[in-house]
């Protein structure tokens, strides 16, 4: 077959350990069939022993809550719509992370998903290799957009205040979440004057 965006011809290659998917000799975008992918995943978790499943999932949890570093923007190679080359249908766009901008093309009754070779590279830096279903479901996508939405409050928010002024209201409005005396807090915050006799 050939490639979805230069022509060139594609072949058949290893994209990760045991993983193969056609490659583009030219460009190197990789059409991923998603069959291929679940077996792939299934091997990979059959070969995990019960504390070896237990240890991803930690490590798993722990990278959840470490502040993600900074990534390389990629830029979107092709945003225009591209065709499945088997049914000839429309691709849809499916963004992989919030701190990504770009989209990678999926043809949902092919089971196939094209990413531009800096795209794949992305997937694989971000280690979401291992994530691809989840990611391409309507949850993992509702997921995405509502990190973006965060990302975006946060950023009016710093702008707003100031960077060290929105720190210091972060953490003020993370110690009240987690205080007892959260309501009574609020409402001597709020009030014009806490030491003011209440009127009869």
Same mark, same amino acid.
């Given at each position: 077959m050939q490639c979805?965006?230069?022509? #060139?011809?594609? &072949?058949?290659q290893e994209v990760a350990k045991g993983l193969l998917s056609a490659v583009c000799t030219a460009c190197a975008g990789v059409w991923l069939d998603l069959r291929v992918y &679940?077996?792939?995943? %299934? !091997?990979r978790q059959s070969a995990l022993t019960p504390s070896q499943l237990n240890d991803a999932a930690s490590t798993q949890v722990l990278a959840s809550e470490v502040e993600p570093e900074p990534l390389e923007p990629v830029t979107e190679a092709t945003p225009q719509a591209l065709r499945c080359p088997q049914c000839q249908n429309l691709l849809q766009k499916y963004r992989i992370a919030s701190q990504q901008a770009f989209r990678v093309d999926r043809c949902a009754p092919c089971h196939q998903v094209w990413f531009d !070779?800096? +795209?794949w590279r992305s997937l694989n830096e971000q280690g979401l290799?291992? #994530? =691809?279903? !989840?990611? =391409? #479901?309507?949850r993992g996508q509702r997921d995405i957009r !509502? %990190? +973006?939405t965060r990302e975006? =409050?946060?950023?009016?928010?710093q702008q707003r205040f100031g960077a060290a002024d929105y720190a210091q209201a972060a953490a003020v409005r993370e110690w009240l979440a987690q205080h007892p005396q959260r309501r009574h807090i609020l409402a001597y915050l709020s009030a014009p004057d806490p030491y003011a006799a209440p009127a009869n």
């Open positions: 979805l965006t230069c022509k #060139s011809q594609m &072949q058949t &679940q077996r792939w995943i %299934a !091997a !070779a800096p +795209e290799l291992t #994530s =691809l279903t !989840a990611i =391409l #479901s309507d !509502a %990190a +973006e975006r =409050l946060a950023q009016m928010y």
